[in-house]
């Protein structure tokens, strides 16, 4: 396609994700979500108004399922833009769809510096943007360990971060299924954490870090509470 460069196809995918007709295409995705992946995993959700802050925001749920993040999206008003693999972007449509949706593209094996500036560049925008804090998918209702990245962002962009549970979406979609299993689902959005101060110690970090761990367990017990397991 055309852009040829990281930088050109990330600046491609902005400019995309910024005119009118991809704001009505995100519109009518986060409506057909609503009204069809919702119904399908009854998903309820408590907590939703939190995600309406204004300015930079990190969205940070579980994961545990690639449903994780279109039914967290679908939450909020606004278009959260995420991180997605370039080899995403290599068919013109799709990646004209997926950078409507608010994706932007970063190669894989890409190093841990070159993705934050990306996400940077979100959140200075004034854009919300949606971070898994555990990093790649984990199982089970306990919150794994967390990078120290998500608030190292909130601290340089001063976002405020909002933890997310999300139950039922690993018995739906697990790793290497093919098929969604229709199984209720849950969504506790999480107190948010003010943004902290732009320049913070690493001591500070560590302690923000763990706080965020502690809400996003509270949050995630909730949402889980609120799937029996008992359900089909």
């Not at 196809?9 to 400019?15: G, T």
């Not at 302690?207 to 089909?232: F, G, I, K, M």
Request: charged share 20%.
């Amino acid at each position: 396609m055309g852009p040829s460069s990281d930088e050109e196809l990330r600046e491609w995918s902005f400019a995309v994700g910024d005119t009118p007709m991809a704001h009505r295409v995100h519109a009518l995705t986060r409506w057909v979500i609503q009204r069809s992946l919702y119904p399908y995993f009854r998903v309820t959700v408590r907590g939703r108004p939190k995600l309406d802050l204004p300015g930079p925001l990190i969205v940070a749920p579980v994961h545990r399922s690639n449903l994780d993040s279109l039914l967290v999206a679908a939450l909020s008003h606004r278009r959260l833009r995420a991180l997605a693999k370039e080899s995403l972007f290599q068919m013109k449509p799709l990646a004209w769809y997926i950078s409507a949706l608010g994706a932007f593209p970063l190669t894989r094996g890409t190093a841990d510096r070159e993705a934050m500036r990306a996400a940077r560049l979100v959140l200075d925008r004034g854009d919300p943007l949606l971070v898994f804090p555990e990093g790649t998918r984990q199982t089970g209702p306990l919150v794994s360990t967390l990078f120290d990245g998500t608030m190292w962002l909130a601290s340089k962009s001063q976002a405020t971060v909002v933890p997310v549970g999300v139950a039922g979406t690993e018995a739906a979609l697990p790793p290497g299924a093919r098929f969604p299993r229709r199984t209720r689902c849950a969504i506790v959005v999480g107190d948010p954490l003010a943004p902290p101060g732009a320049r913070v110690s690493r001591s500070t970090l560590a302690d923000l870090t763990v706080e965020l761990h502690t809400r996003l367990q509270r949050a995630n017990d909730q949402a889980h509470n609120d799937v029996p397991q008992e359900s089909p």
